[in-house]
């Protein structure tokens, strides 16, 4: 009896390796938490959100006149500014602490070795951002609305003008706080490292003192600066036409603070790109 000769089995074809979930789910989750580290952390809530709320009840029931003979109290031009600084605060502030702090605990080191597309961080960093700006301006609001009877615009346009206003601003403000993020040497100095001339900046920009008070120098070293014309676009917004009379050319020249702020989105990506580092220096 003759052996039947049997043909070896085909080979089985070698599985597809597992595909990774796109960038932008990567990042909605990463965002998720980016937003319970960041409630978890109480000196960044203090400074993002504790600190304008202070300073504006505080400046608000100090200064109540009316500024310049027109119609606008000082709590309220306080208000618009400190919108301003808000967004920048949440944004700017936030995210170079933050990624200072990655970059020194390893956090951005283990990121870049593994699939994840390293886009995936700066989403969640991102969302994370316009989530604590929109509560910020939220807040902000409702204590002006409530206190200091600021005015919510009837006119689309103004909402229009808050809308592009607070997405160049938010965007240029968190393109430089990536790029200054390398700056601290370490995770302990970069409050100090980020914060402080974050505050400086704010007492030259017209958040706490009008520009009519300021020295012309100081004028001019802040019109550098996005801070100057986000609050001077919030303050189009909040304070109307009768506001313009306070600003140094007696109007709010939004077609310059467009310029600016887009100029500052240009610039802000060109320096993240040139100086953003995913190892810390003890890491070469």
């Known amino acids: 009896m003759t052996d039947a000769v049997t043909a070896p089995a085909a080979a089985a074809p070698p599985a597809a390796p597992p595909r990774l979930p796109s960038a932008l789910a990567l990042g909605w989750s990463r965002a998720g938490v980016e937003t319970r580290m960041f409630f978890r952390e109480r000196d960044a809530v203090v400074f993002t959100f504790a600190f304008p709320i202070v300073l504006l009840a505080i400046f608000g029931s100090i200064f109540s006149d009316r500024l310049g003979g027109t119609s606008i109290t000082a709590s309220q031009l306080y208000t618009a500014g400190l919108i301003g600084a ?98 601290p040497r370490s995770a302990r100095s970069a409050s100090a490292v980020i914060s402080l001339p974050f505050v400086v900046l704010q007492f030259i920009s017209g958040v706490y003192i009008p520009f009519t008070q300021l020295p012309q120098w100081l004028v001019g070293i802040s019109s550098f600066f996005p801070l100057k014309w986000m609050c001077q676009g919030f303050r189009s917004v909040f304070l109307g036409d009768s506001g313009a009379a306070l600003e140094i050319t007696g109007t709010y020249e939004l077609d310059r603070v467009a310029m600016v702020l887009a100029a500052w989105v240009v610039g802000g990506l060109a320096l993240c790109l040139m100086t953003f580092r995913w190892k810390g220096r003890r890491d070469g």
């Not at 070795?113 to 929109?134: C, D, E, N, R």
């Open 86 to 183: 808000g967004v920048m605060a949440a944004s700017f502030q936030n995210l170079g602490i933050g990624i200072a702090v990655d970059r020194d605990d390893g956090t951005l080191k283990r990121l870049s070795g593994t699939p994840i597309p390293h886009s995936a961080y700066f989403v969640g960093k991102i969302l994370q951002v316009l989530l604590v700006a929109f509560l910020e301006v939220a807040i902000l609001l409702a204590i002006g609305v409530a206190a200091y009877d600021v005015r919510l615009p009837s006119d689309p346009v103004r909402w229009a003008t808050f809308a592009w206003v607070f997405v160049l601003g938010i965007t240029a403000s968190s393109l430089l706080g990536i790029a200054v993020s390398g700056l």
